[in-house]
């Protein structure tokens, strides 16, 4: 900034905007590794350098941070589903790479896949506050569902599918290879996130759901 030159209204609310998602970043850290329960906003505070009182300010408290944590994972991932350009490939092709940027997402943002779990131990309490979900879900739905109808219609989508079960199945699958990697590490001995077997194990959700849809 020039000196002597006052803050303009653009730079105060960037400014804000920008600590904002500072402490968001660190709050969703900090909730996925300890719970709601465990995590403390004065830790939260020290590690952006700030104070309580600002994250207060912001958010209005310990449960309204959590819910703000909560909308804003939920809205990253839903943001992706909607802008991956698919509109020009078949509904087959196009299925198989939503799966596989499901799977790119929950391995990239594990404090997601930890944050929903988390909410799933409280019975989904919280998530319930946040009316907005619902309505982002909407578009991925709608676009399933344009997916499904092109592919029935074209005879390579068998016809007793909806949209909620694609989903469903796609989140299992991806959701799991974050959730259970520990346990299934030790168990079977293969670690999920390793780099090396990521592009086998991406395929394999593609193929699941490929193979599935168009089994008739």
């Known amino acids: ?3 002597g030159r006052k803050p303009r209204v653009g730079d105060r609310q960037n400014e804000a905007e920008d600590a904002r998602l ?15 329960a465990g995590a403390r906003v004065d830790e ?14 912001y958010f209005g408290g310990k449960e309204q941070l959590y819910l703000a ?18 509109d020009d490939l078949a ?14 997402h929950h391995l990239q943002h594990p404090e997601f896949v930890r944050l929903v779990s988390i909410e799933n131990i409280h019975r989904g309490e919280f998530v319930r506050r946040i ?4 309505t982002l879900s909407a578009p991925l739905l709608s676009r399933l569902d344009a997916l499904l109808a092109s592919g029935r219609a074209s005879g390579q989508i068998r016809p007793d599918v ?3 079960d694609v989903h469903l199945v796609i989140s ?12 299934f590490g030790y168990l079977f001995d293969r670690d999920l996130t390793a780099p090396a077997n990521r592009d086998h194990l991406r395929a394999v959700i593609g193929d699941v759901v490929v193979g599935w849809l168009t089994a008739h």
């Open 1 to 3: 900034m020039a000196r």
């Open 22 to 36: 500072n402490i968001l970043e660190v709050a969703a850290k900090e909730f996925a590794d300890k719970g709601l």
């Open 44 to 57: 939260i505070a020290e590690k952006i350098n700030s104070s309580k009182r600002m994250i207060y300010y």
């Open 69 to 86: 944590v909560l909308e804003r994972a939920y809205t990253t991932i839903r943001q992706a589903e909607n802008n991956l350009p698919v």
């Open 91 to 104: 509904p087959v092709e196009a299925l198989r790479q939503l799966a596989e940027l499901t799977y790119d």
């Open 131 to 134: 009316r907005s979900l619902k």
């Open 162 to 164: 909806d949209a909620v």
């Open 172 to 183: 299992a699958y991806c959701i799991f290879q974050v959730a259970n990697q520990y346990t």
